[in-house]
């Protein structure tokens, strides 16, 4: 059995302003998509990259503002809607907690299709390009979770079993599965989307990328829903093990699935070239 180590939430103050932890593993997270999209950009004619460096930074802002606004409004509507709407002040209290990766997803794909459209790159390209760029976020967005002691597991007598703070956690031993989390959609999807999409160009087919993050998500999100303790204003949807998680994930895969199915009938193609 683990006891949570004391972590200060709060990273360090600059006069009243308090910088926590929870907001730098953000620009962790962007900082890691900004350094590693710049090295791809820069080998675009070797990998085949929709992007210029250039214009990728201009396709990272989007980013940012697809992925927060998607993940507010995502939790808004997927976990909590009847709270949000007795309180609509509190959409816009991101400081108190509560971002959806799902809706943030869709934030993003919608980011991508407008920004696409401004530099003239195929959609499916931009997205096989941003796609192995979201695990570091990810990774670091669970070690956020984790420093807030928040999105803990259930109850558990493994060893590694860990007593969180707070009366909501419990006196009981619970997965730390804001680590698992971190460990699978963070660095292992990284690995595997990393390596695959550095193959050479004419090896990949549109989508095969996007396809295969989507597939890899789900799968390792639905496995760890199963030692996640779910939102304890949703609770079980179904039969005492169906979590909203687990329902998000579904389409997830089914996509992912096609996009895998498509791209492998598809001979390869060469991307086209942006304006």
């Known amino acids: 059995m683990l006891i949570f180590p004391a972590i200060d939430p709060v990273a360090f103050s600059i006069g009243p302003l308090n910088v926590r932890w929870y907001g730098l593993m953000y620009v962790f997270g962007f900082l890691a998509a900004w350094l590693l999209g710049r090295r791809r950009a820069a ?3 070797e990998l ?6 250039q214009q990728f930074d201009d396709i990272l802002v989007w980013s940012l503002v697809g992925v927060i606004v998607g993940a507010r409004l995502g939790y808004v509507l997927f976990y909590n809607l009847p709270f ?7 959409v816009i209290s991101v400081w108190q907690g509560g971002m959806s990766f799902h809706g943030g997803l869709i934030g993003v794909i919608l980011a991508q ?3 696409g459209r401004r530099h003239q790159a195929d959609f499916m390209r931009t997205m096989d390009f941003i796609a192995p760029l979201v695990p570091p ?16 597991g259930r109850p558990t007598d493994l060893p590694w079993g860990m007593i969180f703070p707070g009366p909501e956690a419990g006196p009981l031993p619970r997965h730390p599965s804001q680590l698992y989390e971190a460990g699978l959609e963070g660095l292992a999807l990284f690995l595997i989307l990393w390596f695959y999409s550095a193959r050479p160009r004419q090896a990949k087919r549109a989508g095969a990328v996007s396809g295969l993050f989507l597939v890899g998500y789900g799968c390792f999100r639905f496995m760890v829903e199963f030692a996640r303790e779910p939102d304890a204003h949703l609770g079980y949807l179904a039969g005492g093990w169906l979590t909203m998680g687990m329902l998000l994930c579904l389409p997830m895969l089914a996509l992912g699935v096609f996009l895998l199915w498509r791209a492998c009938r598809r001979a390869p193609s060469p991307p086209r070239r942006p304006a």
């Open 84 to 90: 949000y709407l007795d309180n609509p002040l509190d």
């Open 48 to 53: 085949g990259g929709p992007f210029t460096p």
């Open 113 to 115: 299709w407008l920004s």
């Open 137 to 152: 976020g990810l990774f670091f967005g669970r070690l956020g979770n984790f420093i807030n002691a928040e999105l803990w």
């Open 43 to 45: 080998r675009r004619k």
